[in-house]
């Protein structure tokens, strides 16, 4: 059984647990179901879809599976406008006209007998002044694991060009030939569903809904990943913050601001928490004023209590 990997070609985690066991060695404590659905993505070789609310793993999943099988990662970071060419590549004008430059340069000196321009042309669309963004590296550096983060802010213009590069795993250049992964990239796709994703991309890819985790999980992973907070604190901001879920509040609060209320409560000396510190520290863990208000008029004891 494998536990965790630092080559490129790793024996592959051979089932759900043993990858569930790898992504613990490297922090990263999934539940069964996760596991499973990351599990299959490897073995089946088809994208992760993972959606759920802010905080709750996506993003960090796909760094741990990077690390699991000893792949680099290349991160897209989608946002509003994102077009084809900042996902896949771009020729790098500055270094081209400097080359052109110094082609000319060399031929006034009388280096070069005769200037070429069709060759010279040709010169400029070379793999060296191309700057690859990270669906062409993750493709070039194959195998690798391909993060597609919060895919539900980019356009539906744009969902329809990765469904095509999601497809066949490749990407033709004009000027260089087509490029193809020798291995299908692990893909890992998020989104906090802002917007719906179409059924067509959903179609390609396993799907995974990542819920908050439950209380013992909770507790495992502030202990994993704060080994300085007592087991005390964990469990009490574990309580809080899972109270703090039940509340509909405009943002509740995910494992990030979990993690952030332990560190500011043990950065304080706390050793366990009580109403005060609660409501002193509830910045930590609420962004929203309207939350805070909202939980600052309840009594201490119903937001501490089981
Ligand atoms: N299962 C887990 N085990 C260990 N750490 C976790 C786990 N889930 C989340 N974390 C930690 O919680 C923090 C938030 O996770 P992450 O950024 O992946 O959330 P996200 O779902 O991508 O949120 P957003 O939607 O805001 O991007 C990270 O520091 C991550 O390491
Ligand atoms: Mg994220």
Redesign the pocket.
């Known amino acids: 059984m494998l536990q965790r990997v630092s080559e490129r070609t790793p024996t592959l985690p051979t089932d759900p647990p043993a990858l569930a066991a790898a992504l613990e060695a490297t ?4 539940d069964e179901g996760l596991a499973t659905a990351a599990y299959l993505a490897l073995a089946m070789h088809r994208p992760l879809f993972l959606e ?10 796909a760094h741990a599976m990077a690390e699991v099988t000893g792949r680099p990662i290349y991160r897209l970071q989608c946002y509003e406008g994102l077009e084809a060419s900042q996902a896949l590549y771009d020729w790098d004008f500055g270094r081209q006209l400097l080359h052109l430059r110094a082609a000319e340069a060399a031929h006034a000196a009388g280096a070069a007998e005769e200037l070429d321009t069709e060759k010279l042309e040709a010169s400029l669309y070379d793999r060296r002044f191309l700057l690859a963004r990270p669906l062409l590296q993750a493709l070039e550096d194959s195998p690798s694991v391909l993060l597609v ?2 895919i539900d802010r980019a356009d539906d213009e744009f969902e329809a060009f990765l469904l095509e590069v999601l497809s066949d795993f490749t990407i033709s250049i004009p000027e260089l030939g087509t490029v193809r992964a020798t291995t299908p990239p692990l893909v890992v796709l ?1 989104s ?1 569903r802002t917007r719906e994703v179409h059924d067509a991309l959903k179609r390609r890819c396993l799907y995974h809904w ?1 819920q908050h ?1 439950d209380f013992d ?1 909770e507790v495992a ?1 502030l202990r ?2 704060l080994p300085e907070v007592t087991e005390q604190l964990a469990r009490e901001v574990a309580r809080a913050t899972a109270n703090l879920r039940r509340l509909d509040l405009l943002k509740p609060p ?3 601001e979990a ?1 952030d209320w332990a560190t500011a409560l043990h950065t304080l000396g706390a050793r366990h928490l009580d109403p005060d510190l609660a409501a002193r520290t509830l910045g930590a863990v609420l962004k929203y004023r309207e939350d805070t208000d909202r939980v600052q008029a309840m009594a201490g004891g119903a937001l501490l209590g089981e």
Do not use: C, H, Q, S
């Open positions: 922090g990263y404590l999934p759920g609310e802010a905080g709750v793993g996506k993003t960090a999943l983060d919060e998020t906090n990542l985790p999980r992973i994993r990943r995910g494992i990030a993690m």
